[in-house]
Nanobody, 123 residues
């Protein structure tokens, strides 16, 4: 079993930056790919970014050039650096882990989820 705990959310003005962190515990990372998703009120949970065990990455078109996913395997931690934040980025951000080692963009591909951290961007 894997436990995921996110941190780093908060309130920021448009154009600002935040860095989210997700610490995994309960077992070693193994060869898990990791992902970040977000869910705004009244909307479906959507893909933001994914990182493979090989460190290949993929980002949603809406965040490309602004957000960057990375990981520190020694610390069992995945990060999401968010720059140039916009009001439409406001959502609860979730960290997720999957049993596979490759990138995945669908929520159904992930077996383990964190509790989420709120990001609010004011205009």
């Amino acid at each position: 079993q894997v436990q995921l705990v996110e941190s780093g959310g908060g309130l920021v003005q448009a154009g600002g930056s935040l860095r989210l962190a997700c610490v995994a515990s309960g077992r070693t990372f193994g060869n898990s790919a990791m992902g970040w998703f977000r869910q705004a009120p009244g909307k479906e949970r959507e893909f933001v970014a994914s990182i493979a065990w090989s460190d290949n990455t993929d980002h949603a078109e809406s965040v490309k050039g602004r957000f960057t996913i990375s990981r520190d395997k020694a610390k069992n931690t995945v990060y999401l650096q968010m720059n140039g934040l916009k009001p439409e980025d406001t959502a609860v951000y979730y960290c997720a882990a999957r049993r596979g080692s490759t990138i995945a963009t669908m929520t159904s591909a992930y077996s383990f989820w964190g509790q989420g951290t709120q990001v609010t961007v004011s205009s």
